[in-house]
């Protein structure tokens, strides 16, 4: 009989309630360790979580999703939103802090007039697509990477060619999105500028929507040549930096190759942990967001801009992007170092501070493993590593000894031929989804 933990019979409750069984694609536990992963959390601090059994692990993976640089629980963050919260979070007047957010994300990117505030990045998306179009005045939108579930976006696998079949997990079709918005949505893949120029040219593309990196770098001046275009063509530039933002400078990626857009999207990083996103851009294009119809209750909530005021004053405080960079840097490093003593190929990718890595053969079932035992030696691992200011170090040291005994015993299987199947306690893992850059 096998026994559960309070953490998977909660999930096994859950599934029955809520379709898909979590909110978030990207936490099922099928993701990570199908029937042995711990779901669900009672307490997280640092790089640390502890599960409803009130067992311990380490965050090795994904730190709520890239949304905690500055690790769980800062304590600065929280003594500021409890302030607020006792305070009242809520009002029939509008929260000041608002308008200070807005004007110290202006000071960060002074070439921006104007900004709007949500709670999500799947809303900062939708926000900056609809400004952008009321901006140029055409429907087309050219997209590259990902940028959420809403409508828009998905409407692109209505097109005959399916082309965002890439993104998404298997069996997921977007049902209830509306066939008649085919072929207003058009991907394009990163560095492809000429794939770029032919979507242009051929359609009526008013807005071109892009992450500034994820998985690779730009080549032959990618971003400038979409500046450069988007200027000739009429069209809004908007980069979404949901995810890279405040991850290798002060404000967007887009920095370090002297590139501006017209909008950018900030998330995740921006509350450290609380909710809150932003559109930071142009007035030209920024006011004509009084000419549609943008509005939502809890987008005046206080905790939000409260919590990225102090995570902002925080950050640039200590030089956070630069911590997690070099934290990113050496896990890379520490990838490829044991990979390579046990004699396993593996391809590294991503932002060094939210990095990736893939086995060249049997992935999944590899990762699954990984997940496996390292969950038995105390660790939240995957083949990921989202770096936060609360990893040193040691933890760093912790998980490397963890990790190479795991590479070793998958790399004895490859020498003996034995099959890796046998070792796991369960199914394989699910796959996830891949992006366009």
Same mark, same amino acid.
Request: proline content about 3%; some cysteine; aromatic content about 10%.
């Given at each position: 009989?096998?026994?559960?933990?309070?953490?998977?019979?909660?999930?096994?409750?859950?599934?029955?309630?809520?379709?898909?069984?979590?909110?978030?694609?990207?936490?099922?536990?099928?993701?990570? !360790?199908?029937?042995?992963?711990?779901?669900? =959390?009672?307490?997280?601090?640092?790089?640390?979580?502890?599960?409803?059994?009130?067992?311990?692990?380490?965050?090795?993976?994904?730190?709520?999703?890239?949304?905690? $640089?500055?690790?769980?629980?800062?304590?600065?963050?929280?003594?500021?939103?409890?302030?607020?919260?006792?305070? %009242?979070?809520? $009002?029939?007047?509008?929260?000041?802090?608002?308008?200070?957010? &807005?004007?110290?994300?202006?000071?960060?990117?002074?070439?921006?007039?104007?900004?709007?505030?949500?709670?999500t990045g799947g809303e900062a998306n939708s926000i900056?697509?609809?400004?952008?179009? &009321?901006?140029?005045?055409?429907?087309?939108?050219?997209?590259? #990477?990902?940028?959420?579930?809403?409508?828009?976006?998905?409407?692109?696998?209505?097109?005959?060619?399916?082309?965002?079949?890439?993104?998404?997990?298997? #069996?997921?079709?977007?049902?209830?999105?509306?066939?008649?918005? *085919?072929?207003?949505?058009?991907?394009?893949?990163?560095?492809?500028?000429?794939?770029?120029?032919?979507?242009?040219?051929?359609?009526?593309?008013?807005?071109?929507?892009?992450?500034?990196?994820?998985? =690779?770098?730009?080549?032959?001046?990618?971003?400038?040549?979409?500046?450069?275009?988007?200027?000739?063509?009429?069209?809004?530039?908007?980069?979404?930096?949901?995810?890279?933002?405040?991850?290798?400078? =002060? #404000?967007?990626?887009?920095?370090?190759?002297?590139?501006?857009p017209d909008l950018v999207m900030f998330g995740k990083? !921006?509350?450290?942990?609380?909710?809150?996103?932003?559109?930071? %851009?142009?007035?030209?294009?920024?006011?004509?967001?009084?000419?549609?119809f943008i509005s939502s209750t809890f987008w005046t909530?206080?905790?939000?801009?409260?919590?990225?005021?102090?995570?902002?004053?925080?950050?640039?405080?200590?030089? $956070?992007?630069?911590?997690?960079?070099?934290?990113?840097?050496?896990?890379? *490093?520490?990838?490829?170092?044991?990979?390579?003593?046990?004699?396993?190929?593996?391809?590294?990718? #991503?932002?060094?501070?939210? @990095? @990736?890595?893939?086995?060249?053969?049997?992935?999944?079932?590899?990762?699954?493993?990984?997940?496996?035992?390292? !969950?038995?030696?105390? =660790?939240?691992?995957?083949?990921?590593?989202?770096?936060?200011?609360?990893?040193?170090?040691?933890?760093?040291?912790?998980?490397?000894?963890?990790?190479?005994?795991?590479?070793?015993?998958?790399?004895?299987?490859?020498?003996?031929?034995?099959?890796? !199947?046998?070792?796991?306690?369960?199914?394989?893992?699910?796959?996830?989804?891949?992006?366009?850059?």
């Open positions: 009989m096998k026994i559960m933990n309070k953490g998977q019979k909660l999930y096994k409750k859950g599934k029955k309630l809520i379709p898909g069984g979590t909110m978030l694609l990207s936490k099922r536990p099928e993701i990570f !360790l199908p029937d042995k992963w711990p779901s669900y =959390f009672s307490k997280a601090k640092g790089c640390e979580v502890w599960d409803l059994d009130k067992k311990k692990y380490f965050d090795m993976t994904i730190m709520g999703i890239g949304t905690n $640089s500055l690790g769980y629980g800062n304590e600065e963050v929280d003594k500021a939103v409890k302030e607020t919260i006792s305070k %009242g979070n809520m $009002s029939t007047l509008n929260c000041p802090e608002e308008v200070k957010l &807005a004007e110290r994300l202006i000071e960060i990117n002074p070439w921006a007039q104007m900004v709007r505030f949500a709670r900056a697509v609809r400004i952008g179009r &009321a901006a140029s005045g055409k429907d087309g939108v050219a997209v590259c #990477g990902y940028h959420g579930w809403h409508d828009w976006y998905l409407s692109a696998n209505h097109n005959n060619s399916d082309n965002l079949s890439d993104h998404l997990l298997p #069996g997921l079709e977007p049902l209830g999105v509306p066939k008649s918005l *085919s072929n207003t949505v058009f991907p394009f893949r990163y560095n492809d500028y000429d794939g770029l120029v032919e979507l242009v040219n051929n359609n009526n593309i008013g807005v071109i929507k892009m992450e500034v990196m994820r998985n =690779f770098k730009p080549k032959n001046d990618f971003l400038l040549k979409v500046r450069d275009l988007a200027n000739k063509k009429n069209i809004v530039l908007i980069f979404d930096e949901c995810t890279s933002g405040f991850r290798e400078t =002060f #404000g967007g990626i887009f920095k370090k190759f002297n590139v501006i990083t !921006l509350g450290n942990g609380y909710a809150i996103t932003a559109v930071v %851009g142009k007035k030209e294009v920024m006011e004509v967001a009084q000419k549609t909530e206080r905790i939000g801009p409260t919590a990225a005021l102090k995570t902002l004053e925080i950050m640039e405080k200590i030089k $956070s992007w630069e911590i997690i960079t070099n934290l990113g840097l050496r896990v890379v *490093s520490g990838w490829r170092k044991i990979a390579k003593e046990n004699k396993l190929k593996i391809s590294v990718f #991503g932002i060094p501070a939210i @990095s @990736s890595y893939t086995f060249k053969t049997n992935n999944l079932i590899n990762k699954t493993y990984i997940t496996q035992e390292m !969950l038995k030696k105390g =660790f939240l691992a995957s083949t990921n590593f989202y770096a936060s200011t609360a990893h040193n170090d040691h933890f760093i040291d912790l998980y490397f000894e963890a990790l190479n005994e795991v590479y070793k015993n998958i790399s004895k299987c490859v020498l003996q031929e034995k099959n890796l !199947l046998d070792l796991l306690d369960g199914p394989v893992c699910h796959d996830g989804f891949y992006r366009l850059n």
